[in-house]
């Protein structure tokens, strides 16, 4: 079955800075990876997807996410980030051949004035 | 509106009680799901449903039943609750493709006292 690591709990940074969420994943077939949102007392929404094509993908609220198969990687960035992108972002994979979503452990993203 | 909607918001009650909570879906979409999240915000599939039939159920006890009347509704019933099911329980839809994103409700925060 496929797994996800998210590497980092939370990441703090200042209002304005760039941030790097990091996401691995683990399969052994082809997989479909994405990314999502939650804000606080909310369900998830869906940031961005990757499933085939174009390596670098480009989602809501200015995020985008790299797709790398050699290093297994999935990783989330935002050039700039605001105050209202305090959220929780989870990575998340499914493969192929099943729709058995699987969530990373979230990271807390906090951005301070 | 179209969404995922999950009733109640909010759930208080005692150990050993026995409560359901609802989900409804009119997104047209023929797969449903329940989520759990713990105070640590990890996220953990408990069941799916394909058009009524069950098609991933995880390792949770059985005081947890689900039940699908149709595509559009999946319910979760808990019986002889524990202090350790107080989570938020999470609903979700997509359609069966691996590859589409599903789609949360708000949560019902279940609090067991």
């Known amino acids: 079955a496929q797994s996800v690591t998210q590497l980092d709990s939370q990441v703090p940074v200042f209002e304005e800075a760039p941030v790097e969420l990091r996401c691995n994943y683990s399969?052994?077939?082809?997989?479909?990876l994405f990314w999502y949102v939650q804000y606080p007392n909310q369900g998830l929404q869906l940031l961005l997807k990757?499933?085939?094509?174009?390596?670098l993908v480009k989602g809501i609220n200015g995020f985008e996410a790299e797709f790398n198969k050699s290093q297994t990687s999935f990783h989330l960035r935002k050039p700039s980030v605001h105050i209202s992108d305090t959220a929780e972002y989870f990575c998340?994979?499914?493969?192929?051949?099943?729709?058995?979503?699987?969530f990373g452990a979230g990271t807390r993203l906090t951005v301070k004035p | 509106d179209t969404a995922v909607s999950q009733t109640p918001k909010y759930l208080v009650t005692q150990m050993g009680n026995d409560k359901s909570i609802k989900c409804e879906q009119n997104?047209?979409?023929?797969?449903m799901y329940w989520y759990k999240q713990d105070s640590k915000k990890f996220l953990k599939i408990m069941f799916s449903?394909?058009?009524?039939?069950?098609?991933i159920n995880e390792t949770v006890p059985n005081r947890f039943s689900p039940k699908s009347p149709d595509k559009a509704h999946l319910n979760l019933h808990i019986n002889s609750l524990e202090l350790g099911d107080s989570a938020v329980y999470f609903c979700?839809?997509?359609?069966?493709?691996?590859?589409?994103?599903?789609?949360f409700g708000n949560g019902t925060r279940l609090t067991v006292t």
């Open positions: 399969s052994s077939v082809s997989v479909y």
């Open positions: 998340a994979v499914s493969s192929y051949n099943n729709n058995d979503m699987r």
């Open positions: 449903y394909n058009n009524k039939e069950l098609i």
């Open positions: 997104l047209g979409h023929d797969t």
């Open positions: 979700a839809s997509s359609y069966r493709d691996s590859y589409s994103p599903l789609h």
């Open positions: 990757y499933l085939s094509g174009s390596t």
